[in-house]
């Protein structure tokens, strides 16, 4: 989510909601799955769901504690935030109700991150989250 507010005097952020990720199967991954609102803006709804992920890792234990910064103003996409996120499977912020279920996370080299950041999330239902730390 950003507030671009292309051709507008006053850029003001449209809205997120409802939104359903289901059934994804990938491997060989660098970056966490993103998802992120903005601060005065979050997305509201979102349901995450039958997620099986494999990641290189590679990790620095230097990013753990990083503070990502809200960039509000620019193009959201996967590399907006840089390579080396605080986690390595997930990164979910600014979102006013999450559900996370029969999520799998697979990590096939050595990284220091949490597979997991969630940052601003009003409302949180997890259910069969499973994380391995090699397989």
């Known amino acids: ?61 230097t990013v753990i504690n990083t503070k990502i910064p809200d960039l509000p103003a620019d193009y959201p996409e ?3 935030f840089g390579r080396w996120l605080p986690s390595y499977g997930l990164f979910c912020r600014h979102i006013s109700s999450l559900v996370l279920a029969n999520i799998n996370i697979w990590l096939d080299g050595d990284d220091p991150r949490e597979a997991i950041e969630l940052t601003d999330i009003n409302h949180l239902s997890q259910h069969a989250i499973r994380i391995n730390a090699r397989s």
Request: with cysteine; hydrophobic share 35%; proline share 5%.
């Open 78 to 80: 996967a590399v907006m």
């Open 1 to 61: 989510m950003g507030n671009r507010g292309r051709g507008q005097d006053h850029p003001k952020p449209g809205s997120i909601r409802d939104i359903q990720i289901s059934n994804i199967q990938a491997s060989g991954a660098i970056l966490p799955c993103i998802i992120s609102g903005i601060r005065d803006k979050k997305i509201d709804h979102v349901t995450v769901k039958d997620l099986n992920i494999r990641y290189t890792g590679g990790g620095m234990d």
